[in-house]
Nanobody, 125 residues
């Protein structure tokens, strides 16, 4: 059974930095993609960044390019989202998701198979 556990959400000031973690359980192969998504109150879910677990190739949304960096640690079986220069628009619930069945690098949420429970980020002025 696949389980994704997010952590690291916190209250952070504008311009600050934060690292989110997504611990991965129950995926035995290297052929999958992990994506980070976020949803602000009253807004639709937005794809942030995704990464191929096997080769580390990644993709970022234009809204976070140059500010957020996705990475993975094989030993810890964890994907990280490093956020710097945060803005109030970055406030929201952040979720990680896994695409296992037919993986490809994307931010299309409907193509992901498994989801975590989320961790909350609040950016204050």
């Amino acid at each position: 059974q696949v389980q994704l556990v997010e952590s690291g959400g916190d209250l952070v000031q504008i311009g600050g930095s934060l690292t989110l973690s997504c611990a991965i359980h129950g995926i035995g192969s290297d052929d999958f993609v992990i994506g980070w998504f976020r949803q602000a109150p009253g807004k639709e879910r937005e794809g942030v960044s995704s990464i191929w677990w096997g080769n580390g190739k990644s993709y970022e949304a234009d809204s976070v390019k140059g500010r957020f960096t996705i990475s993975r640690d094989h030993a810890k079986k964890t994907v990280f989202l490093y956020m710097k220069g945060v803005k109030t628009d970055d406030t929201g619930a952040y979720y990680c998701a896994a695409m296992r069945l037919t993986p490809y690098l994307t931010l299309r949420a409907n193509d992901f198979d498994d989801w975590g429970q989320g961790t909350h980020v609040t950016v204050s002025s």
